[in-house]
């Protein structure tokens, strides 16, 4: 997977490249968290495979626990950054039509 280029901090960038940067390290984060929840998963397959010792077993699965808390606390951070994104997003863009109504225009509301 190759890496997103960033434009340079010197570089004055428009509305639509900085929510498209914000939108890519979102992505990319998300994409970093499911790689570290597919490592625990198989951690625990080959732990299983591997070893009969129960003492082993629930050290192991301490270790996955922990991971996976310190994964929630990321989407949590993460959850907060697309809301925040959200808000910069447009979901109805102006319109190009133009309207010759007087006073307080409802045409394309």
């Given at each position: ?44 397959q ?61 045409c394309?509301?």
């Open positions: 997977m190759s890496m997103p280029k960033f434009p340079r901090p010197e570089e004055i960038l428009s509305r639509d490249v900085a929510i498209n940067a914000i939108l890519t390290s979102i992505a990319l984060e998300e994409a970093g968290l499911s790689h570290i929840i597919n490592a625990e998963g198989e951690k625990i080959y732990i299983l495979k591997q070893c009969a010792d129960a003492k082993t077993v629930l050290a192991v699965n301490e270790s996955v626990n922990e991971m996976l808390d310190r994964v929630i606390d990321l989407q949590i951070v993460i959850k907060n950054k697309m809301r925040l994104a959200e808000k910069f997003l447009v979901s109805n863009p102006p319109s190009t039509k133009k309207c010759y109504c007087t006073g307080k225009c409802k394309y509301d």
